[in-house]
């Protein structure tokens, strides 16, 4: 069986689970929550705790290995300007697709609301700073308090200097380095591959803590939720093949074989960084450079994700 078919096994059974066993018992289920909230999470940290060592190393190594500084620039740029270009697109394709979708199929408000009394307790989403905030914030002054406080797109700024920078120093010191943080990415890599072993309990857990809290009526807004994201995600995913074809060049049907498990597995998993080691695989099978997919994909993944505005 493979990875993606026990990820989506393990998802159903677990939310399935908990419905059951909170409509048997609701001192049960509580119990079944007190332990499996913990693995859960325990997984999910296993799995954040590789993202800045792993992303950073990429771009060291990503940038460090072009050939020249500029054109490892000109990469970044141009990279930044196309996700800009894309989301952008995407954030307007995904407004248009849920108000359609919601018109169409409205959820219903008996499980609107006990959605709503499930979550009741969780922490309230912060409000953005304001843009001078945002935009003063993005050039570190504490590098090591960045990362602390897991500001990725600090670190990416000052690791992108950085990178650069080793470009410019004797070549002893600076292949010195590159292998440092060749060391460290190839090692990330592995234990990313640890954790991703361990994903279908994991995602047993996490299902099983959401099912048993939420109950079937708030289990069947959760899935219009999912119905409703997926199918803006598919757009979007359409507008990334369009794309692919008509300005990369690459057939549809060669991109879609290549990136087949990759899609796969981030449909199981719901995360960037998990799927980050097969995007880079795929990469590499359709002829694109470490140096570029190690800048490029990086930074997808850290802050241009084409789903985000679903």
Do not use: C
């Amino acid at each position: 069986m493979s990875q993606p078919t026990r990820l989506l096994l393990s998802l159903v059974a677990g939310l399935l689970g908990g419905v059951l066993l909170a409509r048997a018992s609701i001192t049960a289920a509580d119990w079944g929550v007190a332990i499996a909230q913990p693995v859960g999470t325990a997984w999910l940290n296993g799995l954040q705790m590789t993202v800045i060592p792993l992303v950073l190393s990429l771009l060291v190594t990503g940038v460090a290995s072009t050939a020249e500084a500029a054109s490892a620039g000109r990469l970044a740029v141009r990279t930044i300007g196309a996700s800009l270009v894309f989301l952008t697109v995407a954030a307007i394709a995904a407004a248009v697709a849920t108000l359609l979708l919601l018109d169409l199929f409205p959820i219903p408000v008996e499980a609107a609301a006990q959605l709503r009394a499930a979550i009741a307790g969780g922490t309230p989403v912060p409000t953005p700073p304001p843009l001078a905030e945002l935009i003063a914030a993005i050039v570190p002054n504490n590098v090591v308090g960045a990362a602390a406080s897991g500001a990725l797109l600090s670190l990416i700024v000052f690791t992108l200097i950085f990178a650069f920078a080793l470009t410019r120093i004797d070549a002893p010191a600076r292949d010195l380095l590159v292998r440092f943080f060749a060391a460290i990415r190839d090692a990330m890599l592995v234990v990313v591959g640890w954790v991703l072993w361990l994903a279908p309990l994991g995602v047993f857990a996490l299902a099983f803590a959401v099912g048993a809290r939420a109950g079937t009526a708030a289990f069947g807004a959760l899935l219009h939720y999912i119905a409703i994201v997926s199918a803006i995600g598919l757009v979007v995913v359409a507008i990334a093949y369009l794309i692919a074809w008509t300005l990369g060049r690459v057939p549809i049907a060669r991109f879609a074989r290549t990136l087949l498990p990759a899609q796969a597995f981030a449909v199981s998993t719901a995360s960037s960084l998990a799927t980050l080691p097969m995007m880079l695989k795929a990469a590499g099978d359709m002829g694109i450079s470490r140096p570029a997919s190690g800048v490029v994909l990086p930074l997808a993944v850290a802050m241009f994700r084409a789903t985000q505005p679903a």
